[in-house]
C-alpha cells in the first residue's frame, strides 16, 4: 500500500489504498455477470468488494447495478434513489456513458446505478423488440474504457438476468457454504446453458467464489469440498469468510476495502481480485503470481 491510509466515516471514503502491485490488465475487456437466483449468498457483497480490489490494483473497472433493491449503488457510495440509472438505460430514454458516475475515491471505479424504477422493467422490457438484448447493447457503447464489467443481479431468473447473461462474456457464481447453496443451482446452470445456446455462445461459466464460509463447521467445508469436487477449475479456492467487516461497511456507503482493509474479509476479496485478475492475463504476458503478501503492520502489498 501506499504511505496514503483510508479513513472511514459514515458519509464518505477519504483516500484509497493503492496496491504496490499492480494486477494483471486482461488482453480484452472481461464482462462478468454475477448471479445465483438464491438471496443473500452475497452476489452483492462480491461484486463490490472485487471491483473495488480490482480498482485498487489499477484496473478500470465499471459496476452495473441490475438489481432494483439498489444495495451495489449503496455499498460504493453513488446516489441512486432519485437519478437516472440502468432502467432508463434499459428504456431507451438515455444512453450509458450519461448515466455512469465516479465512485468517491476510487479514481478506476464506476458505477451504474439503479434505482426504484428498475423494479419495473421486467414488465416493461417484455413488449420491447430484442428485449434480452437491451443491456448489451448499452454495454457496448462502454465496453473498451474498461478492463473489467461487473453486472450484479437480482435474485432471479427473470429478464433483467437474463439481459445480464446474454450481454456478458463470463457467469461468476458466488456459492453460500451453507446447506441450501447447492439447491437452485442446476436451476441457474440450465438457464445458463439455454442462453449460451440461444443467445450468447460467448458466455463461459468461468468463476465460483464460496462465502460466508466458517471454518470450524463440517457443514462448511463439506460444501466446500463439494463444490471443489464438480467444479475443480472454475472455482477460485480461496473461501470468503463469514466476517461482521464485510457486512458492516455498506452501512457506512463503502465496501470493506475500504471499511476495514485488513480484516479477514477484506484480504480474502484482494485474493481472489487477484487471482481473477491473474487468469485473465493474456498468455504471453509474464506476471508474478503470488495472489497477495499481508504485512500487518504496513498493510496488504
Same mark, same amino acid.
Do not use: W
Given at each position: 500500500?501506499a504511505?496514503?491510509?483510508?479513513?472511514?466515516?459514515?458519509?464518505?471514503?477519504?483516500g @484509497?489504498?493503492?496496491?504496490?502491485?499492480?494486477m494483471a490488465?486482461?488482453?480484452?475487456?472481461?464482462i462478468?455477470?454475477v448471479a445465483?437466483?438464491?438471496g443473500?449468498?452475497?452476489?452483492?457483497?462480491?461484486?463490490v468488494?472485487?471491483?473495488a480490489?480490482m480498482?485498487?490494483?489499477?484496473?478500470?473497472?465499471? @459496476?452495473?447495478?441490475?438489481d432494483?433493491?439498489g444495495?451495489?449503488?449503496t455499498?460504493?457510495g453513488v446516489?441512486?434513489?432519485?437519478?437516472?440509472? @440502468?432502467?432508463e438505460?434499459?428504456?431507451?430514454?438515455?444512453?450509458m456513458p450519461?448515466?455512469?458516475?465516479?465512485?468517491s475515491?476510487?479514481p478506476?471505479?464506476?458505477c451504474?446505478?439503479?434505482?426504484?424504477?428498475l423494479?419495473? $422493467?421486467?414488465i416493461?422490457?417484455?413488449?420491447m423488440?430484442?428485449?434480452?438484448?437491451?443491456?448489451?447493447?448499452? *454495454?457496448?457503447?462502454?465496453? $473498451?474504457?474498461?478492463?473489467? *464489467?461487473?453486472i450484479?443481479?437480482? !435474485?432471479?431468473l427473470?429478464?433483467l438476468? *437474463?439481459?445480464?447473461? $446474454?450481454?456478458?462474456?463470463?457467469?461468476?457464481?458466488?456459492?453460500?457454504?451453507?446447506?441450501?447453496a447447492?439447491?437452485?443451482l442446476?436451476q441457474?446452470?440450465e438457464?445458463?446453458?439455454?442462453?449460451?445456446?440461444?443467445?450468447? !455462445?460467448n458466455?463461459?461459466?468461468?468463476?465460483?467464489?464460496?462465502?460466508m464460509?466458517?471454518?470450524?463447521?463440517?457443514?462448511?467445508?463439506?460444501?466446500?469440498?463439494n463444490?471443489?469436487?464438480?467444479? !475443480?477449475?472454475?472455482?477460485?479456492?480461496i473461501p470468503? !469468510?463469514r466476517?461482521v467487516?464485510?457486512?458492516?461497511?455498506?452501512?457506512?456507503?463503502?465496501?470493506?476495502?475500504?471499511y476495514?482493509?485488513?480484516?479477514?474479509?477484506?484480504i480474502?476479496y484482494?485474493?481472489? $481480485?487477484?487471482e481473477?485478475?491473474?487468469?485473465?492475463?493474456?498468455?504471453?504476458?509474464?506476471f508474478?503470481s503470488?495472489v497477495v503478501s499481508?504485512n500487518y503492520?504496513g498493510?496488504?502489498a
Amino acid at each position: 500500500m501506499a504511505d496514503e491510509v483510508s479513513r472511514e466515516t459514515p458519509t464518505k471514503v477519504v483516500g @484509497v489504498r493503492r496496491l504496490k502491485e499492480a494486477m494483471a490488465k486482461p488482453a480484452s475487456t472481461r464482462i462478468f455477470t454475477v448471479a445465483n437466483q438464491k438471496g443473500g449468498v452475497g452476489k452483492t457483497t462480491t461484486t463490490v468488494n472485487i471491483a473495488a480490489a480490482m480498482a485498487m490494483g489499477g484496473l478500470r473497472v465499471l @459496476v452495473i447495478d441490475l438489481d432494483p433493491q439498489g444495495n451495489a449503488s449503496t455499498a460504493l457510495g453513488v446516489e441512486h434513489c432519485d437519478s437516472g440509472g @440502468v432502467y432508463e438505460v434499459l428504456m431507451g430514454s438515455a444512453t450509458m456513458p450519461e448515466v455512469i458516475k465516479k465512485v468517491s475515491g476510487f479514481p478506476e471505479l464506476d458505477c451504474v446505478s439503479s434505482n426504484t424504477s428498475l423494479a419495473n $422493467a421486467e414488465i416493461n422490457l417484455v413488449s420491447m423488440v430484442a428485449r434480452e438484448l437491451q443491456l448489451k447493447a448499452a *454495454i457496448d457503447e462502454v465496453s $473498451a474504457n474498461y478492463d473489467y *464489467i461487473f453486472i450484479d443481479c437480482p !435474485p432471479s431468473l427473470g429478464l433483467l438476468t *437474463i439481459n445480464a447473461f $446474454a450481454a456478458s462474456k463470463e457467469l461468476l457464481i458466488p456459492i453460500q457454504t451453507e446447506y441450501y447453496a447447492l439447491e437452485g443451482l442446476s436451476q441457474l446452470l440450465e438457464t445458463y446453458s439455454v442462453v449460451k445456446k440461444r443467445l450468447n !455462445p460467448n458466455l463461459n461459466l468461468s468463476t465460483i467464489v464460496l462465502t460466508m464460509f466458517d471454518s470450524r463447521t463440517r457443514l462448511s467445508n463439506d460444501v466446500a469440498a463439494n463444490v471443489r469436487s464438480h467444479f !475443480p477449475s472454475e472455482l477460485i479456492d480461496i473461501p470468503i !469468510p463469514r466476517a461482521v467487516r464485510v457486512s458492516e461497511a455498506p452501512s457506512y456507503n463503502q465496501t470493506v476495502m475500504t471499511y476495514d482493509p485488513l480484516s479477514p474479509g477484506a484480504i480474502a476479496y484482494m485474493q481472489v $481480485a487477484r487471482e481473477i485478475a491473474d487468469r485473465g492475463k493474456p498468455k504471453d504476458v509474464v506476471f508474478d503470481s503470488n495472489v497477495v503478501s499481508i504485512n500487518y503492520k504496513g498493510g496488504i502489498a
